[in-house]
Nanobody, 116 residues
Framework: QVQVVESGGGSVHTGGSLMLSCEVL????????MGWYRQAPGNQRDVVAS???????DYRDSVKGRFTISRDNAKNMVYLEMNDLKPEDTGIYYC??????????WGQGTQVNVSS
């Protein structure tokens, strides 16, 4: 079964940076459109950035100019570079495919905490 493993979260102060990584296991990766999703406490899980199989990217308005999503097809990896972090970026970050069925099962996610 396809599986994702997220890593790279942590605790930073406002203005800090983090690089999240997601490895996709047991599948052909190149045909997936991939997304990074965030679930803040008490909120639903929403996409913050996406990248198509041809590396076209899109971002939630609140992270434009601060976050960069990228992929390495040779390594089955997706990355999310996060700069100028704000407290409202706090949450658990997950990766999965984006707007494709079936969805890759959610992993455990990686926690990001941004304090002011």
């Amino acid at each position: 079964q396809v599986q994702v493993v997220e890593s790279g979260g942590g605790s930073v102060h406002t203005g800090g940076s983090l690089m999240l990584s997601c490895e996709v296991l047991r599948s052909t990766f190149t045909h997936y459109n991939m997304g990074w999703y965030r679930q803040a406490p008490g909120n639903q899980r929403d996409v913050v950035a996406s990248i198509t199989s041809s590396s076209i990217t899109d971002y939630r308005d609140s992270v434009k100019g601060r976050f960069t999503i990228s992929r390495d097809n040779a390594k089955n990896m997706v990355y999310l570079e996060m700069n100028d972090l704000k407290p409202e970026d706090t949450g658990i970050y997950y990766c999965s495919n984006y707007r494709q069925i079936p969805r890759i099962p959610w992993g455990q996610g990686t926690q990001v905490n941004v304090s002011s």
